[in-house]
């Protein structure tokens, strides 16, 4: 599908100029959000898919010109400072506070771009794993937010190894939460529990507090 919504996006958004690997970015972004083919054009043509591509291509757009303007004053001033260039030859050149203003700016920039690139993708991944989950019976919503609230993804983390690591931690969760009188909705075929007595909906509903306060804590 991530394949599919990015030949979507590098033909809407291809008098941007941006990158296959900016592209593939906003595709991982954009997967969570598309169940069917046919979601597709919508998800790519909508306000989301938009805002990235514009936003990107506008700091690009500002790097470009910072980086020209450093350039035009360097050479400016070089020009202007002709007998220096002999002595400095072969000195390391003192970096002028313009040009250390600019550079630091720019690597804010790259920086903030890089943690939003991996905060969508992290985002993108777990929604996959969540799915995942899902499709695979572990759809209690209590045990599903509860193990999302938990669920710590690993430096780069397949869509498939987290999907695994999310059921089993869903499971496990599940049986925890429910202890052993039988668990709900689990991928591994574990049926629902028979009815509760008044008594052990009670203690229940006192675990199901404990379980609340611990996962806010």
Known sequence: MKKKIFEALKTEYASLGLSDN??????AILEGSVEKEEDIAT????DTAKLLATSIQGEIDGLKRAKETAENALADYKAKHPET???????????PDWAKTIREQNERILKMREDDDKKAKAKATISA???AAKAAGCTDERVLKLTEKLFVLKDDESDEDAGKRFENEYNANAKEYFGGSGIPYIGTGITAPAEVSAADRAAKAREDAKQAREALA
């Open 129 to 131: 794993a969540i799915a």
């Open 22 to 27: 900016t592209l593939n970015r906003i595709a």
């Open 85 to 95: 260039e002999p002595q400095q030859q072969h000195q390391q050149v003192e970096e």
């Open 43 to 46: 998800a790519v043509k909508g």
